[in-house]
């Protein structure tokens, strides 16, 4: 059973960091893109980041370049978001998605490419 968990979540003031994390139980995690996106509240899920398969290539929503940094540890099966600078805007649920389809820079963005999704992890940023 393919599983996607998420950590680290929590409440911080603005300008503190989180990492989040996800524990991915897929075969041949080192084969997936993943992602991370975030859902505000009366907001649709948005793309925040993602990481190809080696992690050679990284791509980032406009929203969170240069403060956050996602990264993998194919040995280990979890994909990281590094946050830093956090801003009240950042609030919302994380999620973790991971996809073997064919994705390019201009669909990584599209839910819809995604097989597998995690359960979310809640952070809120207070002013």
């Known amino acids: 059973q393919v599983q996607l968990v998420e950590s680290g979540g929590g409440l911080v003031q603005a300008g503190d960091s989180l990492r989040l994390s996800c524990a991915a139980s897929?075969?041949?995690?080192?084969?997936?893109?993943m992602s991370w996106f975030r859902q505000a509240p009366g907001k649709e899920r948005e793309f925040v980041a993602a990481?190809?398969?080696?992690?050679?290539?990284?791509y980032y929503a406009d929203s969170v370049k240069g403060r956050f940094t996602i990264s993998r540890d194919n040995a280990k099966k979890t994909v990281y978001l590094q946050m830093n600078t956090l801003k009240p805007e950042d609030t919302a649920v994380y999620y973790c998605?991971?996809?073997?389809?064919?994705?390019?820079?201009?669909?990584?963005?599209?839910?819809?490419?995604?097989?597998?999704w995690g359960q979310g992890t809640q952070v809120t940023v207070s002013s």
């Open positions: 998605a991971a996809s073997r389809n064919s994705i390019t820079p201009a669909t990584i963005t599209w839910t819809r490419k995604y097989d597998y």
């Open positions: 990481i190809s398969w080696s992690g050679g290539n990284t």
């Open positions: 897929v075969p041949l995690f080192s084969t997936y893109v």
